[in-house]
């Protein structure tokens, strides 16, 4: 069951300017209730742009983003209640912040959703502790903490609203590779245990080959490809056309399999490669 669609959506900045850009071209595509799509494009491909119209950030000027089948505009005035079931988290986060603590930032959400004190505690509680953010860090003031917890707390924010559908562009841009396994890591058991669907944006192909169940492709505007992870990956040629790699591993697999070794298609991870070589060598009788 499809719980976001699009049709024919376009997007143009600066329309009747001498800087007018079309961003995003006729794109059309359909997302089931608990995926987990992949995002990548060169930058400036359309990905920004596409993933705020799908929360109401953007108007588009043709097209439509239909949630459970309603078109999100179709009320224009309820635009905002959009942006509950959509929850955003930008490039980088931590402007997102803006109150006091942590706790008041976390807390705006169920707050406006009219819920009790001891409802907004719990779910505030539970959001921190879903990315990994100690009691004693909600008391702090956000502008106070390192760069990973800011984003964190942002993301704790954005998970409090408790969104059926969860947008990440870049969560983890700037972040040491450390702090990016961990908070990618925390993402998807928050996604494990809320069944939610989550659309990430992101450059990194070994993040994306790790997490997504289908990733589509952004080529200057248009929807090149919307596929699963597996098969996307298969394509190392048509990707590097529009300037996108492979995961490192998926490359070495693919330059022994152009070399002649029996290699499967689509080895997204170092475990995979690793059962494929062992494979390999067994036939080959070496072990
Ligand atoms: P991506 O997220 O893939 O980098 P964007 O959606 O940010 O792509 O940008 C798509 C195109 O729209 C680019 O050519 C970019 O320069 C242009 N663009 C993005 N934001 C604006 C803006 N606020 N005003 C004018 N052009 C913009």
Redesign the pocket.
Known sequence: MSIIEVKNLSYT??VGTP?E????KDLSLSVNAGEVIGVI????????????MLNGLIKPQSGQVLLDGVDIWAKPKEIRKIRFKVGMVFQYPEYQLFDETVYKDISFGPKNKGLTEKEIDRIVRKSAKFVGLSDKLLEQSPFDLSGGEKRRAAIAGVIAMDPDILVL?EPTAGLDPKGRDLLLTQIMQYHRARENTIFI?SHSMEDVARFADRVMV?NK?KLEMLDTTKKVFAEAERLESMGLRVPQITEIMLALKAKGYEIGDGILNVEQAFLEIVNLLKKEGKI
């Open positions: 900045y600066g800087f850009k079309t961003a995003v494009g060169h930058t400036g491909s359309g990905k920004s742009t596409l993933v705020q562009d944006v952004m505007g």
